[in-house]
């Protein structure tokens, strides 16, 4: 199935509307949803107005009035961070989102939002490091927050870990960077039993290969800095959900805490995201050709992609999953440890380099420190964890490049 016409209705008879998601495939969605022309010049696609400050009402006093509806100052609104903020609200089925200057910042706004001193949160082991940080010592030793981190993917676990004080439970769809998958809706089952809210990171599966929200998840965010934007050159975040809890996120953690994308990165993410369904296919297509090949390539330890069909977390991926897997593939080769640095230099397509969703493939080697690498499964523990974070390129000449440096250090497969 293409992730680009997965939801596209099924012989439809009504003519296709650009306003109305209903009646047009994914492609065409993603070109038009949430769209609207600029006020003032009647410009089709919202022009960059950098920051600014705004004409206030006649009367200033006026100003707080919750019906307000003008924009005041950049921190807290502006034209591109609106036209975004519409157009990801569109495309991810939420009523409505906040746009902020990092992943990071609009994680932070949400927990930071949703959590009182002396709250619990149920955290996944395995998440983003800054994320892992964050629970692990930051919410704790600053706003006296309990934290259990436990294998998302276990729901019994999951399930024992509920306190009375429980009021979040946190994970990605796809883990960063182990890539096990959660059951999104069998996760919020167990928060909203609990009292508790259910926020998903789900950037490593944007719309249209997923939507949390769809799945009676209460948040979803995105790190924009990857597939969004797409092209590795602007930075940002979002969270996505129900109109009130939106706005009490902005209107706390954006307003007063700061974290405002730039119009310009605004400007740059709003255009990217236009071509995300034709990359993320392109993504999906390229990690799965890969995948197959370190999955059978003797010198390659372990593999871990959804997409394989003895990958433990394949089930719960296409159960949920439009079109692929993802466009990351993790994996572990055995050998020394010098041996796989000499692998990863290598390599003469590939970079090495963070982050992931760029046009370009990127590698990172990392070696985790014991007490976050325990949530790993074993070959990873032994070995070290590759994140190959597969780009735009032919996958032909990514495959040949991979083969090419583990023959560097390891010698030819056979
Ligand atoms: C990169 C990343 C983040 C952080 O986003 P930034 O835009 O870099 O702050 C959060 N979650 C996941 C899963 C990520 O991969």
């Given at each position: 199935m293409s992730i680009r016409q997965s939801t596209r209705p099924a012989g439809g008879t009504s003519r296709p509307d650009k306003h109305d998601p209903g009646t047009v495939a994914e492609d065409t969605w993603f070109v038009h949803g949430g769209n609207q022309a600029d006020d003032t010049t009647g410009a089709?696609?919202?022009?960059?107005?950098?920051?600014?400050?705004?004409?206030?009402?006649?009367?200033?006093?006026?100003?707080?009035?919750?019906?307000?509806?003008?924009?005041?100052?950049?921190?807290?609104?502006?034209?591109?961070?609106?036209?975004?903020?519409?157009?990801?609200?569109?495309?991810?089925?939420?009523?409505?989102?906040?746009?902020?200057?990092?992943?990071?910042?609009?994680?932070?706004?949400?927990?930071?939002?949703?959590?009182?001193?002396?709250?619990?949160?149920i955290v996944s082991n395995v998440t983003y490091m800054r994320v892992w940080g964050l629970f692990d010592s930051l919410l704790p030793a600053k706003l006296g927050i309990e934290v259990a981190f436990v294998d998302i993917t276990d729901l019994a676990a999951v399930q024992a870990a509920v306190?009375?004080?429980?009021?979040?439970?946190?994970?990605?769809?796809?883990?960063?960077p182990d890539v096990r998958v959660a059951d999104i809706a069998a996760l919020a089952d167990i928060a909203h039993a609990a009292g508790a809210r259910l926020t998903v990171d789900s950037t490593f599966t944007p719309p249209p290969m997923f939507r949390p929200l769809d799945h009676a998840a209460d948040l979803t965010l995105h790190s924009l800095t990857k597939y969004f934007n797409g092209h590795g050159d602007a930075m940002g975040g979002v969270v996505i959900g129900a109109a009130d809890l939106v706005e009490d996120i902005r209107a706390g953690a954006l307003w007063h805490v700061g974290g405002a994308i730039s119009p310009f990165n605004a400007w740059l993410i709003m255009r990217g995201a236009i071509t995300l369904p034709l990359r993320l296919e392109r993504h999906c297509d390229n990690a799965q050709a890969i995948a197959e090949f370190l999955a059978v390539d003797p010198r390659v330890a372990h593999v871990a992609y959804p997409g394989l069909a003895n990958d433990p977390h394949h089930e719960r991926a296409t159960a949920q999953l439009a079109g692929g897997a993802g466009g990351v593939v993790s994996f572990a080769i055995a050998g020394s440890h010098e041996d796989r640095v000499k692998f990863v230099n290598d390599l003469r397509v590939i970079t090495s380099a963070v982050s992931l969703g760029h046009d370009e493939t990127l590698i990172v080697y990392e070696n985790y420190p014991e007490a976050r690498a325990a949530a790993f499964d074993t070959p990873f523990r032994d070995h070290g964890l590759i994140r190959l974070a597969v780009g735009l390129e032919e996958a032909d000449d990514l495959i040949a490049d991979l083969d090419a440096a583990l023959t560097t250090a390891y010698g030819p497969a056979r």
């Open positions: 089709i696609r919202t022009p960059i107005v950098m920051a600014n400050s705004y004409q206030l009402p006649e009367d200033p006093t006026t100003l707080d009035d919750p019906d307000y509806g003008g924009l005041v100052y950049t921190r807290e609104h502006g034209a591109n961070q609106l036209g975004l903020e519409r157009k990801l609200a569109a495309l991810d089925h939420g009523e409505a989102a906040a746009v902020f200057g990092t992943g990071m910042a609009a994680l932070h706004a949400a927990f930071f939002t949703l959590l009182n001193p002396g709250d619990h949160a306190r009375p004080n429980t009021r979040l439970v946190h994970t990605e769809v796809i883990a960063n």
